[in-house]
């Protein structure tokens, strides 16, 4: 069921998605004549039998998909597909949904009445099993048109699968809709398409370019065709669109020994005009000499080089920032300017939108005392500019706001406070943790006795050097066997670190005056513990000690059990073992705790019988006090009647 699930989940995301790409492909299909733009359905008929060497069988699908034209024959396709996968070997059906993105490419136009087509492309598999697998899927198809915008379509696809066992064939048919566009507003008449309107274009008939006026221009030098001497070279106007003779400025001296090919001149200077020609040469015609005229191709004012002013302040337009406006050459030709009014230009005026006054260079002053509100730290108080317009009572640039000391002309490292050193160790008091001691920077001013770095208020041996670890004192090993004697459980004897500081005979951590083993290696109290085994054995011993009914009595399958317990004491003489017995709470309680403590007797005699000695035995009856289960149950009851076998190290 989860699998499914997931798959009707990955189902509606896929048509989801398949909305929002219908939704965006009417927002985009604004083409006046859209070639097969739309969305298609269809059944399917899948066979997985035959590609993967099988037998032939027939399950059913099916398909939407949205396919949006690219260009020219070529478009793009989104199909989703649900359906039944008959896997070859497998009994059960299973529910796939497939996600493809395919490419199409169509051999007719969309006009035609038949509309073959092939695809190819990539897609992802949900078929219910643990992994998803990808597909190729290519095929060809038809379009065949009964409407303005309907067709129908057939389609036979082959899937190439990356796992085993799902190659599959699938034969769709179904029906396609074209979704139609929203035609464009008409734009100006261009007869020739070549963009550029019929009122603007010379040759309306016939494709042109925007340089030649909309007529053919072969060689692209603005020349039309049929005005163009060369036109298959670049030329200009004035030679019909052929380029340059040799000699461009026509003064009789080839270009390639003409110093001043665009300028005619005289053979005795290299083809360059004379010095008295150059100065009567005047290009825009305003009386200034284009040997001296700062702007030779327009006319201008003699008195700015033959530059032009447009607003006649003495400024040429060239070099004025405001040549709309009358100004200053000062100002770079604009004209001074006071935005606020406050009687302060702009360019002195640090806040030129706000009116101020000229003591704050422009910017306002609400509290008078000669500091500027956008940097005055108490705008509504009169200050001093020492303490950032902020009153200061003793004048020592610490506003009264911020100094502990207002009365006394302080330093601002001192938060207005005076240097105050009552021990004349050179730190100030305020930074002084001892401050009626002589002591060092590095300590905050406090004495160090024993030099170990220490300050003697906090060194717990302040005669000795010691380490910080340590509280100051030093470290101290008595029996020298490289554990400290605090953490030295032996301090007056030799021992190793892993028995903290005690001797240990049989090495395994455990200090000889702790370990009830000294001469056997162990981990419980230093002697050797029961294994897993054999505690889990004592556990399931409590279940299987047998007796008659209401009696102590033992039964002979107990026997077993109990010579196993017996062995494993016998293989442990160090430990000793607590025997308690125990009821369900059917009868009277005093008669229970009797009985169990008889039946624990009896288990002890039986012990006492294999070997074991009083000494290392103790038992007890519990009667029902601590049952392990409900007593309102038989299991309960059953699992209340018990002997229990505890082993333990005295």
């Known amino acids: 069921i989860p699998k499914h699930f997931d798959m009707m989940k990955n189902l509606f995301l896929g048509l989801a998605i398949l909305l929002c790409l219908l939704k965006t492909g009417s927002l985009f299909s604004q083409d006046e004549q859209p070639p097969l733009h739309g969305i298609a359905a269809k059944v399917l008929f899948i066979d997985y039998g035959s590609p993967n060497s099988a037998d032939f069988q027939v399950s059913n699908g099916l398909e939407l998909a949205y396919l949006r034209h690219i260009k020219d024959n070529w478009a793009v396709g989104l199909p989703v597909k649900i359906g039944v996968a008959d896997l070859p070997g497998d009994i059960s059906k299973s529910t796939f949904v497939s996600f493809d993105a395919i490419g199409q ?241 702009d360019e002195d005026d640090a806040c030129p939108t706000i009116p101020g006054k000229a003591a704050t260079n422009g910017c306002p002053d609400k509290d008078g005392d000669g500091v500027g509100d956008a940097e005055d730290d108490c705008p509504d108080t009169p200050g001093f500019a020492s303490a950032k317009g902020c009153p200061d009572m003793d004048g020592d640039g610490v506003p009264d706001r911020s100094d502990k000391c207002p009365n006394m002309v302080g330093e601002a490292a001192h938060d207005g406070c005076p240097f105050i050193d009552s021990d004349g ?8 943790d001892c401050p009626n001691e002589k002591g060092s920077k590095e300590l905050l001013g406090c004495p160090d006795g024993d030099g170990d770095g220490i300050p003697d ?137 009797l009985l169990s403590e008889e039946r624990a007797r009896t288990c002890h005699e039986y012990l006492l019988s294999r070997g074991l000695t009083t000494d290392r035995m103790s038992f007890k009856g519990y009667g029902e006090s601590q049952p392990v289960a409900d007593n309102s149950t038989e299991e309960g009851r059953l699992a209340n009647r018990r002997v229990e076998f505890t082993v333990y190290l005295p």
């Open 105 to 345: 490419y169509r051999f007719t136009s969309p006009e035609k009445t038949l509309i073959p087509y092939g695809f190819a492309g990539l897609g992802i598999v949900f078929d219910g099993s643990d992994k998803n697998n990808l597909q190729v899927p290519v095929g060809l198809g038809l379009y065949y048109k009964v409407g303005e915008s309907s067709y129908i379509t057939g389609q036979v696809e082959y899937r190439k699968s990356f796992d085993d066992n799902r190659d599959n064939l699938q034969l769709g048919l179904g029906w396609y809709y074209k979704l139609k566009a929203t035609p464009r507003p008409p734009g100006p008449a261009d007869a020739d398409n070549d963009g550029i309107p019929d009122s603007e274009d010379r040759c309306p008939d016939e494709p042109g370019i925007a340089l030649a006026f909309g007529c053919p221009d072969t060689d692209k030098d603005g020349v039309p065709n049929g005005e163009d001497d060369c036109p298959t070279e670049k030329g200009s106007f004035a030679n019909r669109g052929c380029p340059s003779p040799g000699d461009k400025d026509a003064d009789g001296i080839a270009d390639k020994d003409d110093k001043c090919p665009d300028v005619p001149g005289i053979a005795s200077l290299d083809g360059c005009p004379p010095p008295e020609a150059v100065s009567s040469i005047d290009t825009d015609g305003d009386g200034v000499t284009d040997d001296k005229d700062n702007c030779p191709d327009t006319a201008g004012e003699i008195n700015l080089f033959g530059c032009p002013d447009r607003d006649g302040d003495g400024v040429a337009d060239k070099d004025d920032r405001c040549p709309d406006e009358v100004g200053l050459p000062i100002r770079h030709g604009c004209p001074p300017k006071d935005t606020d009014k406050d009687g302060i230009l």
């Open 425 to 432: 160790d050179g730190i100030d008091d305020s930074e002084d």
């Open 457 to 593: 208020r906090l060194d717990q041996c302040p005669t000795e050097a010691g380490t910080a670890d340590r509280n100051g004192c030093p470290i101290r090993d008595a029996d020298n066997d490289g554990v400290e004697d605090k953490f030295d459980n032996c301090p007056d004897e030799p021992g190793t670190e892993k028995a903290h500081g005690c001797p240990d005979r049989d090495g395994d951590g455990f200090g000889d005056p702790f370990d009830k083993c000294p001469d056997e290696v162990g981990t419980n109290k230093g002697c050797p513990d029961l294994n897993e085994e054999e505690r889990e054995f004592l556990r399931f011993a409590a279940k299987n000690i047998y007796f008659d009914t209401g009696k102590a009595t033992l039964r002979a399958k107990s026997y077993t059990t109990l010579n196993r317990v017996a062995d494993i004491l016998m293989k442990y003489p160090r430990y000793h073992l607590s025997i308690g017995g125990h009821t369900d709470n059917v009868g009277n309680a005093e008669s229970n705790r």
